[in-house]
């Protein structure tokens, strides 16, 4: 089942994201950002374990973000991650957006998605509120992908 995160799912939500991001594999996220967002995160959750993660973060009038995808390392491979990306299309069609990107190192999970590879200077707004903090900033490894809706 795929459900809105609650406020009382944010240390789990940090635990699945910094465990890839301890192996350099997506960016680590505090709890306090994780508190900040609640409302942007999505859960995959059967049987009252949460095996995977996900955000739809807006970035602009037209435009969001998937964030902090990431399934429980035993969960992988059962197509929670497109049941993921799958809902937060649909979430982002209803609130209005006609465009979602993400920046990642799975290129080809996104494109079998429908995703198309952009690049990262495609998305100013982007690049100017996020990519600036950013540590790998300016040597971004991430490829840039975003699909219309």
């Given amino acids: 089942?795929?459900?809105?995160?609650?406020?009382?799912?944010a240390p789990i939500i940090?635990?699945?994201?910094?465990?890839?991001?301890?192996?350099?594999?997506?960016?680590?996220?505090?709890?306090?950002?994780?508190y900040e967002k609640i409302?942007?995160?999505?859960?995959?959750?059967?049987d009252g374990i949460i095996k995977g993660v996900c955000a739809l973060h807006p970035t602009?009038?037209?435009?969001?973000?998937?964030?902090?995808?990431?399934?429980?390392?035993?969960?992988?491979r059962q197509k929670i991650g497109y049941s993921l990306?799958?809902?937060?299309?649909?979430?982002?069609k209803q609130i209005g957006f006609v465009k979602?990107?993400?920046?990642?190192y799975r290129q080809d999970f996104f494109e079998s998605c429908g995703f198309k590879k952009t690049e990262i200077d495609s998305l100013p707004k982007k690049i100017w509120t996020d990519c600036l903090k950013c540590p790998k900033y300016p040597d971004?490894?991430?490829?840039?992908?975003?699909?219309e809706i």
Avoid: P
Avoid at 85 to 92: A, E, I, M, R
């Fill in 1 to 9: 089942m795929i459900r809105h995160a609650k406020i009382y799912d």
């Fill in 39 to 46: 409302l942007e995160f999505i859960i995959f959750e059967e």
């Fill in 85 to 92: 990306v799958d809902y937060s299309l649909k979430w982002g």
């Fill in 100 to 104: 979602i990107f993400a920046l990642t």
């Fill in 140 to 147: 971004c490894d991430e490829t840039a992908v975003i699909i």
């Fill in 60 to 76: 602009w009038s037209d435009t969001a973000e998937i964030r902090s995808l990431a399934v429980v390392e035993e969960y992988k």
């Fill in 14 to 34: 940090q635990q699945i994201v910094n465990k890839y991001a301890k192996k350099g594999e997506m960016l680590q996220v505090s709890l306090n950002d994780i």
